[in-house]
Nanobody, 120 residues
Framework: VQLQASGGGLVQAGGSLRLSCAAAGFNPEDYSIGWFRQAPGKEREGVSC????????YYADSVKGRFAISRDNFKNTVYLQMNSLKPEDTAVYYC??????????????WGQGTLVTVSS
Protein backbone atom coordinates (compact mmCIF):
# COMPACT_ATOMS: atom_id res chain seq x y z
CA VAL A 1 0.00 0.00 0.00
CA GLN A 2 1.35 3.37 -0.94
CA LEU A 3 0.28 6.99 -1.02
CA GLN A 4 2.71 9.03 -3.04
CA ALA A 5 2.47 12.81 -2.65
CA SER A 6 4.17 15.02 -5.19
CA GLY A 7 4.06 18.47 -6.70
CA GLY A 8 5.59 20.53 -3.93
CA GLY A 9 8.22 23.14 -4.55
CA LEU A 10 9.26 26.73 -4.10
CA VAL A 11 6.82 29.41 -5.22
CA GLN A 12 6.42 33.12 -4.63
CA ALA A 13 3.52 34.49 -2.64
CA GLY A 14 0.45 34.72 -4.83
CA GLY A 15 1.54 31.80 -6.94
CA SER A 16 0.00 28.38 -7.45
CA LEU A 17 0.93 24.74 -7.09
CA ARG A 18 -0.94 21.53 -7.67
CA LEU A 19 -0.22 18.62 -5.39
CA SER A 20 -0.96 15.06 -6.41
CA CYS A 21 -1.54 12.01 -4.25
CA ALA A 22 -1.21 8.76 -6.14
CA ALA A 23 -2.63 5.66 -4.49
CA ALA A 24 -1.38 2.14 -5.05
CA GLY A 25 -2.12 -1.20 -3.47
CA PHE A 26 -5.69 -0.47 -2.52
CA ASN A 27 -8.87 0.69 -4.17
CA PRO A 28 -9.02 4.45 -3.57
CA GLU A 29 -12.68 4.49 -4.58
CA ASP A 30 -13.42 2.96 -1.19
CA TYR A 31 -11.59 5.66 0.73
CA SER A 32 -11.98 9.31 1.49
CA ILE A 33 -8.64 11.12 1.18
CA GLY A 34 -7.37 14.01 3.22
CA TRP A 35 -4.53 16.49 2.97
CA PHE A 36 -2.74 17.57 6.12
CA ARG A 37 0.21 19.87 6.54
CA GLN A 38 2.86 20.45 9.13
CA ALA A 39 4.84 23.65 9.32
CA PRO A 40 8.16 23.84 11.19
CA GLY A 41 7.57 23.92 14.91
CA LYS A 42 3.83 23.47 14.56
CA GLU A 43 1.41 20.61 14.91
CA ARG A 44 0.01 18.79 11.92
CA GLU A 45 -3.29 20.30 10.78
CA GLY A 46 -6.01 19.21 8.41
CA VAL A 47 -6.23 21.22 5.21
CA SER A 48 -8.81 19.55 3.03
CA CYS A 49 -10.49 16.24 2.32
CA UNK A 50 -12.71 14.64 -0.28
CA UNK A 51 -15.21 11.84 0.00
CA UNK A 52 -14.62 8.48 -1.66
CA UNK A 53 -16.93 9.30 -4.56
CA UNK A 54 -15.78 12.91 -4.77
CA UNK A 55 -19.22 14.31 -4.08
CA UNK A 56 -18.28 16.22 -0.95
CA UNK A 57 -15.26 18.11 0.27
CA TYR A 58 -14.07 20.04 3.28
CA TYR A 59 -11.63 22.92 3.64
CA ALA A 60 -9.97 24.48 6.63
CA ASP A 61 -10.91 28.11 7.08
CA SER A 62 -7.32 29.14 6.41
CA VAL A 63 -7.43 27.79 2.84
CA LYS A 64 -11.10 28.15 1.94
CA GLY A 65 -11.52 29.95 -1.36
CA ARG A 66 -7.88 29.41 -2.32
CA PHE A 67 -7.48 25.63 -2.42
CA ALA A 68 -9.53 23.11 -4.35
CA ILE A 69 -9.47 19.35 -3.90
CA SER A 70 -10.49 16.88 -6.57
CA ARG A 71 -10.02 13.25 -7.44
CA ASP A 72 -9.75 11.07 -10.50
CA ASN A 73 -10.56 7.52 -9.43
CA PHE A 74 -9.62 6.20 -12.87
CA LYS A 75 -6.09 7.47 -12.27
CA ASN A 76 -6.15 6.61 -8.55
CA THR A 77 -5.09 10.17 -7.83
CA VAL A 78 -6.29 12.99 -5.61
CA TYR A 79 -5.27 16.56 -6.37
CA LEU A 80 -4.94 19.69 -4.28
CA GLN A 81 -4.90 22.85 -6.35
CA MET A 82 -3.41 25.65 -4.29
CA ASN A 83 -3.84 29.21 -5.49
CA SER A 84 -3.00 32.59 -4.00
CA LEU A 85 -0.37 30.96 -1.86
CA LYS A 86 0.85 32.76 1.24
CA PRO A 87 4.08 32.37 3.21
CA GLU A 88 2.03 30.81 6.02
CA ASP A 89 1.13 27.96 3.67
CA THR A 90 4.75 26.82 3.87
CA ALA A 91 4.72 23.26 5.22
CA VAL A 92 5.15 19.63 4.40
CA TYR A 93 1.90 18.40 2.91
CA TYR A 94 0.73 14.83 3.47
CA CYS A 95 -2.09 12.87 1.93
CA UNK A 96 -3.76 10.25 4.03
CA UNK A 97 -6.70 7.93 4.58
CA UNK A 98 -6.83 8.98 8.23
CA UNK A 99 -10.24 9.96 9.62
CA UNK A 100 -11.40 13.38 8.47
CA UNK A 101 -14.61 15.32 8.12
CA UNK A 102 -15.09 13.46 4.84
CA UNK A 103 -15.24 10.03 6.38
CA UNK A 104 -13.73 7.33 8.54
CA UNK A 105 -11.93 4.68 6.55
CA UNK A 106 -11.22 1.06 7.40
CA UNK A 107 -7.47 1.62 7.30
CA UNK A 108 -5.15 4.56 7.87
CA UNK A 109 -2.20 5.16 5.63
CA TRP A 110 0.00 8.24 5.24
CA GLY A 111 2.04 9.39 2.29
CA GLN A 112 5.61 10.52 2.73
CA GLY A 113 4.90 14.24 2.33
CA THR A 114 5.87 16.89 -0.15
CA LEU A 115 7.42 20.22 0.83
CA VAL A 116 5.76 23.47 -0.17
CA THR A 117 7.74 26.65 0.39
CA VAL A 118 6.14 30.02 -0.27
CA SER A 119 8.50 32.98 -0.35
CA SER A 120 7.35 36.51 0.44
Amino acid sequence: VQLQASGGGLVQAGGSLRLSCAAAGFNPEDYSIGWFRQAPGKEREGVSCISSRGDSAYYADSVKGRFAISRDNFKNTVYLQMNSLKPEDTAVYYCTTAPTACGINRRTWWGQGTLVTVSS
